[in-house]
Structure formats: structure tokens, C-alpha cells
């Protein structure tokens, strides 16, 4: 019977693989069969971030600048949009009295000041997560530096809370307490 050409290239492929299979299981006896160091136990500590940011005073110090930025923009958009809704109310309450002209000039006035509100919309919006940010990296380092601290004098590997998907911690890993009292002293 004859074979086609590509059929022994085909045989020699699979010897490969089977060496390399071989190969495989012998390193991974080898390693099985090896002693290994014994681990380190690490100790563990968490800290819920969002606790820290909310009861330590750089934490609300940060929210109150947060605060104030939105307060401003609140009022000056609540401002522009009594404007808007005043105009509105006057086109439609004079349009059958108003020249064609007049009303005309009224709508693009209608019209300008909507864009205007919308721009600061955005504006405002786009300053603020700036300020938003700008204020998450500063607590992130300052919140980063205590910890930091802890983690080393302690020898503790350090998690968030939140962020690890810890579902029960005990209170001797809780050192969130830790951190405020430390932030509250820088």
C-alpha cells in the first residue's frame, strides 16, 4: 500500500509530541519528588478605604472641597436654567402678540441659551471629575503612605476591604481604625 508523501512527516510529528510529553512528566516528577522550603506564614491585615476617607479628616476635608466645587456649579447651572425656563414661558406666553421678527430674535435668544447651559453642563462636569481625581490621588497617597508604615513595623500583607472581596474578617485584622488615627496625625 502506498502512502501519500506528507503521511511519514505526519509519524514523525507525533513521535515529537510524545517525546516532549515524556519529557514533560519526568520534569514534573522530578519536581514532586523535590523537598521545597517551607512558606513563610504571611499575617494578614485589611483596611475599608471608604471608612477612612469618610472619618478621617483628610478624608472630609477632601469631601468638603468636593462639596463646595458642586455647590458652586449647582447654583450657577440652577441659575441659567431658571433663565431658560423664564424665557421659554415668555415666548410662548407673547408669541401671538410678538412680531415675527421679534419672535424670531426671542428663539435664538431661547436657543443661545440653552447651548450656553449645556456647555457649562459639560464644563462643570468635566471639572469636576478633574477635582474629583485629583483629590482621589491625593488621598490615595497619603492613605498609601500609612499603610505602607503599618505594613512594614508589622509584617502584615495589607488588603482593601473592597477591593479583595474579603467576605469576614476578624477584629485583630480591622486596621482601618489604625490608619485614621495615623492620618489624622500627619
Known sequence: MLLPPFYGESMREGSAIKKASIGA????????????APCQEQEIGIVD????????????????????????????????????????????????????EALAQKE????????DYQRKLEEYQNQLSVKNDEINRRMLSLVNEVVNEIGSEKSLFILEKTASGVLYITDDMDLTEEVIERLNKK
Do not use: P
Open 108 to 115: 435664538r435668544q431661547y436657543q443661545d441659551k440653552l447651548i
Open 49 to 100: 478605604m471608604t471608612k477612612v476617607i469618610d472619618l478621617s479628616k483628610q478624608g472630609k476635608k477632601a469631601m468638603e472641597e468636593m462639596a463646595a466645587k458642586l455647590k458652586g456649579a449647582k447654583n450657577d447651572l440652577e441659575k441659567r436654567e431658571s433663565e431658560i425656563v423664564n424665557l421659554k414661558g415668555e415666548i410662548e406666553k407673547n408669541a401671538m402678540i410678538l412680531s415675527a
Open 25 to 36: 512528566i519526568v520534569v514534573l516528577l522530578t519536581l514532586c519528588f523535590t523537598a521545597h
